[in-house]
């Protein structure tokens, strides 16, 4: 294990992520926290190429690249987190089975190439595999019972958001008024 002196990109890493913050529990918890963080970023992968290809296929240009995007620039921050750690991903994954590394393999670089394939299609033919009818929800000629749907799902959810946010203070503000465990214990 390498360890490379922390610059100004490192420090502002280690604010952002608190790793002596009691939020991470302890180790088991924290061990938890990882792998399920683990799992939500290979699902996102997973995800944003399915997307990418979703979004190729229907003759989208711009949403298939920022998927990609958002799938890449998480990818490449791990491996960069873990280098810095020394700690060599990819040598990591050569250590997985064939069978594991060609499922791998054929789903990433399978995905890239269905969404560059339809993208290229768009290109080259000015419409995607399937075409989508255009919707324009956009502007107060449009005032169908889809339009009015949308809107109040948007509004609905952004209500449910602000509820969400205040039950969450709440919630936290009760709980650090609590006396903690150990406090418990001299109260008898």
Same mark, same amino acid.
């Given at each position: 294990?390498? /360890? /490379? ?7 502002? *890493?280690?604010? @952002? @992520? ?8 302890? =180790?088991?918890?924290?061990? !938890?926290? @990882? =792998? ?8 996102? &992968?997973? +995800?944003?190429?399915?997307?990418? *290809?979703?979004?190729? *296929? +229907?003759?989208?240009?711009?949403? $298939?690249?920022? +998927?990609?995007?958002?799938?890449? %620039? $998480? ?11 020394? *700690?060599? !991903?990819?040598? @990591? ?5 064939? /069978? ?7 789903? &990433?670089?399978?995905? +890239? !190439? ?14 995607? #595999?399937?075409?989508?009818?255009? %919707?324009?929800?956009?502007?107060? =000629?449009? =005032? ?21 946010? !205040? &039950?969450?203070?709440? /919630? ?11 406090? #418990?214990?001299?109260?008898?």
């Amino acid at each position: 294990m390498t /360890k /490379k002196t922390p610059g100004a990109l490192d420090r502002a *890493v280690a604010r @952002m @992520m608190d790793l002596d913050s009691p939020t991470y529990g302890d =180790e088991r918890e924290r061990a !938890v926290f @990882m =792998e399920d963080t683990a799992f939500g970023q290979t699902l996102a &992968i997973y +995800l944003g190429l399915a997307g990418a *290809v979703v979004a190729a *296929v +229907l003759g989208q240009l711009l949403v $298939p690249v920022v +998927l990609l995007a958002l799938m890449w %620039v $998480p990818s490449v921050a791990s491996i960069w987190y873990a280098s810095r750690r020394g *700690v060599d !991903v990819a040598d @990591m994954g050569s250590r997985a089975s064939r /069978k594991t590394r060609a499922g791998v393999a054929a789903s &990433i670089f399978g995905g +890239l !190439v269905l969404t560059c394939g339809a993208m290229l299609y768009t290109l080259l033919v000015g419409h995607g #595999l399937v075409p989508v009818p255009e %919707v324009d929800l956009t502007g107060p =000629e449009h =005032e169908g019972v889809l339009r009015s749907a949308l809107t109040g799902a948007l509004v609905g959810g952004a209500g449910g958001a602000l509820v969400g946010a !205040v &039950i969450s203070a709440r /919630k936290r503000r009760r709980t650090a008024a609590e006396p903690a465990g150990d406090d #418990l214990d001299d109260l008898d």
